[in-house]
T-cell receptor, first 116, second 109 residues
């Protein structure tokens, strides 16, 4: 299957700082990437849909000024958590869709963010 | 609204068979996916059903009934490594994945 690489796999940052998470599709061009957040023992919550070359579409309740998404190329999308707070601590996962109807949305390894 | 229901937790014995059910109510249907997620890791794709019937892939099988809004994931010859959460997800009319909360499967020796 297709490979999606996410970096870093874990990060600890101080409250008030910003953290950037990268998501790369290694062997295919991903016109669409998705960013999820998952709190312990809960399911995936879609935060935003990132389309190459255009603005991301954010889900209701997700602050677009706090979670900056940039999809500058067909193989890279970044999520920047700005002015992070302890309540932003979570597991962030990206997925990428290969063009086509039957697309399984391959996932990156996830990033464990801890804000102290 | 859109809704996907699956049991919160199930327990099974190593070597046995377990069936994890998923019912859904979505605006449109463009396929149902099952994913496996080990604790602290991202989900990995297991199966995809878009037509009614059973799809078999090794020890794992997935069944779909679109008229009933129902699917199940069947795991045979359970191994300890199968202990994980199993997520059911449906692609709606906008081709967006709607996720269930996941079923935590505990395998006992």
């Amino acid at each position: 299957g297709a490979v999606v690489s996410q970096h870093p796999s874990w990060v600890i940052c101080k409250s008030g700082t910003s953290v950037k998470i990268e998501c790369r599709s290694l062997d295919f061009q991903a016109t669409t990437m998705f960013w999820y957040r998952q709190f312990p023992k809960q399911s995936l919550m879609l935060m935003a849909t990132s389309n190459e070359g255009s603005k991301a579409t954010y889900e209701q309740g997700v602050e677009k000024d706090k979670f900056l998404i940039n999809h500058a190329s067909l193989t890279l999308s970044t999520l920047t958590v700005t002015s992070a707070h302890p309540e932003d601590s979570s597991f962030y996962i990206c997925s990428a869709r290969e063009p086509g109807v039957i697309s399984e949305a391959f996932f990156g390894q996830g990033t464990r963010l801890t804000v102290v | 609204g859109q809704n996907i229901d699956q049991p919160t937790e199930m327990t099974a014995t190593e070597g046995a068979i377990v069936q994890i059910n998923c019912t859904y109510q979505t605006s449109g249907f463009n396929g149902l996916f099952w994913y496996q997620q080990h604790a602290g890791e991202a989900p990995t794709f297991l199966s995809y059903n878009v037509l009614d019937g059973l799809e078999e892939k090794g020890r794992f099988s997935s069944f779909l009934s679109r008229s009933k809004g129902y699917s199940y994931l069947l795991l045979k010859e359970l191994q300890m490594k199968d202990s994980a959460s199993y997520l059911c997800a449906v692609k709606d009319s906008n081709y967006q994945l709607i996720w269930g909360a996941g079923t935590k499967l505990i395998i006992k020796p």
